[in-house]
């Protein structure tokens, strides 16, 4: 099987062409980059204003007043602001931050290196899916500068609080903005995915069957498909959403209602029809959020043990079974919605069912540890990080998968401990691994091992500080997106947790400085990376650090290995490189 | 190699703090929310070795194969043990489905009992009200044109329906201890949620949708009902509580309401 020749481009020359409008797969994947980390910074502002005002929700801050002049009158966030800063936290986290660097970041960059491609199927797709991105962030924070502010429904957007424009502040231009800026991401989003599965189908070089592919490629690839499909759902439901807003429909909006005093014209829609076309889309999202992080850890255990991936075929079934089952959970988000009580059941076996993949996943991950010689750089720090937070956020869903337990936790604060400990953490966590472990390659420097390594400690054990008492306000009751917990005498009690979540959410934040400071400077002034700093098997450690814009400088690489062929008995070194020759593990004597 | 004992510090702390039940449930005050205690400790017991036993894995193997010269085994895995784990793991979380099952049908798919009293719920930005039948046991008819909150009639009732002439309107849920109750919810405008924390139960209330929820509380005390699901910026103060008392008081209390008319 001979690769299928891309259309041969020359370099590109000028500074627009270079760094601008790139058609290289590999600033493309940059650019991703450097959107979520600018995407991030916003979500994490957002969310330490959100944990001050739990705490002080009658404080005077003069700078709120200067910003939100209606919202923040005298300084005092209301709770519309609170609701308001919380949509976007969650919007801005899940779509511009989740969705984009671990597919569009580092698989942009990565996918096509890995499978020994010169370029993605549709380099042109590529750029467009970009600025489209771009494009739809902007209009994103574009909502929080209109009249009534950005949208208070959550970044779940549930009608009818999302379809009557009445029913707050911020339900107004700031809402329709929000639907528009993700019905843009969902057309980046379905531009991206068509390229990763063309690309990864029809350019492997020769000798890269599928049963070769590094563990990230295949996540890739799985997250490629989900977003394909539940995108375009998305995209439809928010379409029948701006028409119920605007175009007087009723998709959405059931008759007999009422909201300021005034009864709506609106029938024969129903709340419940979002929220299946939602879900439907948005649990395959949170798949889509970290089945990247999967591949990274996976490549990153066997890369810093010296040992092969513990069951290999199984992890490819398993990222799989994930990606199918992934399209039939989508109800327990609903348990508790008014939705059959039968739909509850089947939701909640097929919900079990998919913690079987995942746990598959954990196992062997701790396999491909044992027996190993671990190298503790800081990208396999995330990686071990990663695996702890995983097992962690995953239990929290053995309870939640339950409809009979999900009578109590459904929208207290254990479903919000149990996801950011999943999304807000693990899944950032394979973010900061893929940075450390792939930086040498991008920027042609090493980072810095100290500052990583404290940088890493601190953020692993203030993750946990913020996260895990959320499971215990849960079990207390602690109702969520609540902006103030002065109403209820249940709640008075639980304050010391949140003061105690606040003060560790202010220390992890610091100590993220250390992380943006490491990545700046190295990227002037780390130490020269070589071509190969891990002596890593996969093809990426094959070409220069960083590599030409065509990647392999003209040459069509010939892969005759698996992924991860380390410390193969008899071999000369611990590794075999997935280009080495077929005889690397018993090379023939040679004579002095 | 610091991370193990790190990782095993975190396990025992997280472990003692869901052990000492510091923030915890109230007591429950149904039968329902005795079978839900029983499957929620089951399921902790459940998660809880797995979690003990992963993290500490993961810690002994931070801590035993660091690099200290030695070479790494080599092994693509162990067939054996990929389906002892991944069989046990199936095996635990569909038990654990089953065994809550019966709670799930008990409250959502069980035969309704008929001498269920019936009590009307109507959530509001910003406001649960509740109405009960009368002396007569009919609801009166209602229309959204009739509303007014300002003038104590959230629910809309209309003057012409004798029916609704005996209706008691309430702020907060009163019920009869040891009875069950079938409370009949609607929402007026946007998704609202009714929660108990002592019921261990809570719904989500839909417009456009009549849902029934039964429950039958066996204890008296008043218990608040926090809204549950975001309804707009008042959510936070979306209150009101469930009094249950003694059968009798629960008589006194009607006779007084409908004496007040």
Known sequence: MSAPVVHAHHAPQGFIRKYVFSLDHKVIGIQYYFLALFSVLIGMSLSLLMRFHMVHPDAKVAWFAHLWPTAAQGGIMTPELYLSLMTMHGTIMVFFVLTTAPQSGFGNYFLPIQIGAEDMAFPVLNMLSFWTTLVALVVMVSAFFVQGGAPLAGWTAYPPLSAVPQTGPGEGLGQTLWIVSIAIFCGASLMGA???????????????????LPLTCWTWFVTA?????????????????????????????PAGLMVSDQILNHKGGSPLLWQHLFWFFGHPEVYIAILPGMGVTSQLLATFSRKA?????????????????????????????????YSAMAFSVLTMAIGVPSAIKTFNWIGTLWGGKIHFTTAMMFALGFVSLFVTGGLSGIFLGQPALDLYFHDTYFVVGHFHMIMGVAAIF??????????????????????????FYVTF??????FTPMHYLGIAGNPRRYSDFTNFDFLGKLLPVHNFMTQAAYGTAAIQILFFINLFWSMKYGKKAPMNPWNATTLEWTIPSPPPFDNFGGQHPVVNHGPYEYSVPGAPRDFIMQTDPPDAANPPATSH | MLLAPIVWVLTVVIIYFFASKI?????????????????????????????????????WAI???????????????NNKWETIWTSATAILFVGLVLTGTKIWVAVHLSEPDPNAIPIELMAKQFAFSFRYPGPDGKFGATDLTQVNDAAGNPFGLVDKDPAGKDDIVSASLKVPAGKPIKLIMHSRD????????????KQDIVPGMEIPLYFQADTPGTYEIPCSELCGLGHFQMRSTMQVMAEADFEKWKQEQAANK
């Open chain 2, 190 to 201: 946007v998704i609202h949620n009714f929660f108990v924390r002592e019921l261990r139960l």
């Open chain 1, 194 to 212: 068509i390229n990763f599965i063309a690309t990864l189908i029809d350019l492997r070089c020769q000798g890269m069957s599928l049963m070769r």
């Open chain 1, 309 to 341: 991936v513990y069951g290999y075929r199984a992890m490819v079934y398993a990222i799989l079974s994930i990606g199918f089952l992934g399209f039939m959970v989508w109800g327990h988000h609903m348990f508790m919605s008014g939705m059959s009580p």
């Open chain 1, 430 to 455: 394979g973010m900061f691994a893929g940075t450390f472990y792939w930086f040498p390659k991008m920027f042609g420097r090493m980072m810095n091992e100290t500052l990583g390594k404290i940088h």
């Open chain 2, 23 to 59: 923030w915890w449930f109230p007591p429950p005050i149904s039968q329902h929310g005795l079978a839900y205690d029983e499957q929620f400790m089951r399921t902790l017991v459940v998660t809880g070795i797995i979690f003990f036993f992963a993290q500490f894995a993961l810690g």
């Open chain 1, 461 to 466: 054990v203030g993750v946990y500080a913020i």
């Open chain 1, 225 to 253: 498909i989900l977003a394909l499909l539940g995108f375009a759902v998305l995209l439809a439901a928010g379409v029948l959403l701006i028409l119920d807003r605007s175009a007087g429909t009723s998709f959405f909006i």
């Open chain 2, 63 to 77: 801590f035993r194969y660091r690099d200290d010269g030695r070479r790494a085994s080599h092994s693509h895995g």
